[in-house]
């Protein structure tokens, strides 16, 4: 079968733009063949669209299909573990149909969510940070940096789940600070681009914090520095502060000796999602939800499978709150 798909054009080097990518026809044929219905965007695309991709697994080459989370509707099957009608999740991209073994796709209960793209957010990163890195238990003073992001979001409210005394959040303007407060259950939010961060966070935890949850880096790094108690945990998530240059700027070394005068655990950290992980992040995710504990942000942008690109640079732009799809029209 013929489907249309992205493609990455050419490898990103400083600013994405839609040239760097295309629409293509290619084949698809396996054992099962699925409708892609909806695919997950992440700004962790944005570095394997690199020719210096740091990330250590293969970099996206010009002319390959890109994307990695995806969820779909069998229309094909001669494998028994899965019948026409079927939800499932695979990691197939952009594409408009997938086809392979019944094996690299995983089925759903579509009765779990309220909506099958809960299955595509970033929950497992963080998840897996906060309550396995961080350690996030009773008592703890948390800050999260970008935390209107797809894993900030989610983050900050695993940590109040978790037993935190109290959450703290930044992020990209006053609307989504707002949000963080008002809809999120986060303690205390404020825009980083308003005054220093450092002063922010004097002023909502003159104790200090004892977590910092980062997805940024850069100067919201330096305040959780001066903010944080001796023996403080720092998740290391991400720098999207600096997601653009080479290599070496997109990923600047933490101030490792600030952090050992106080005692202060740096810890840089990847998800890959593994089976177990996901599988940790349903269990609370599902109960959380049914307890009305949490809320599941997300952004859900409608269109065909040529809309895809420019919704993944809005996102790296910061148009989107919460975890960002698209539903295939």
């Known amino acids: 079968m013929i ?18 990518f295309t629409v293509a026809e290619a084949e698809v044929d396996g054992e099962v063949l699925v409708r892609t219905d909806q695919v997950g965007l992440a700004a962790t695309y944005l570095e394997l669209m690199r020719a210096d991709c740091t990330i250590p697994v293969p970099a996206w080459q010009p002319g390959q299909r890109v994307g990695v989370a995806a969820i779909g509707t069998v229309v094909r099957s001669d494998n028994p573990e899965l019948e026409v009608g079927d939800l499932v999740q695979s990691m197939t991209g952009w594409s408009e149909y997938s086809a392979g073994p019944a094996g690299s796709y995983l089925k759903l209960n579509r009765e779990l969510f309220a ?86 966070l004097k002023e909502f935890a003159p104790e200090g914090i004892s977590v910092f949850f980062d997805v940024v880096g850069g100067e919201q790094y330096d305040a959780a520095l001066q903010a944080a108690r001796p023996g403080a945990r720092f998740a290391l998530c991400g720098s999207l502060s600096s997601q653009l240059g080479d290599a070496s700027e997109r990923f600047p070394q933490p101030d490792r000796t600030a952090a050992e005068a106080k005692g202060i655990e740096l810890l840089p950290f990847s998800c890959h999602h593994t089976p177990d992980q996901i599988a940790a992040w349903r269990e609370h995710f599902s109960s959380w939800l049914s307890q009305g504990r949490f809320v599941y942000p997300q952004t859900v942008v409608q269109g065909g499978i040529e809309d895809v690109p420019q919704a993944f640079l809005s996102l790296l732009q910061g148009s989107y709150r919460g975890n960002v799809s698209v539903r295939l029209s």
């Open 3 to 20: 489907t249309r798909e992205i493609q990455l054009a050419a490898q990103i080097v400083g600013v994405p733009t839609p040239d760097h």
């Open 115 to 200: 909506d099958p793209g809960y299955h595509l957010g970033q929950g497992p990163t963080a998840y897996y940070g906060m309550a396995e890195v961080a350690a996030v238990g009773e008592g703890d003073v948390v800050f999260v940096s970008g935390a209107a992001g797809g894993v900030g979001s989610l983050a900050g409210q695993i940590a109040k789940c978790l037993g935190a005394a109290r959450v703290i959040g930044s992020a990209g303007g006053p609307a989504k600070a707002d949000y963080l407060v008002n809809e999120l259950g986060y303690d205390a939010a404020f825009d980083y681009h308003d005054g220093s961060a450092a002063r922010r």
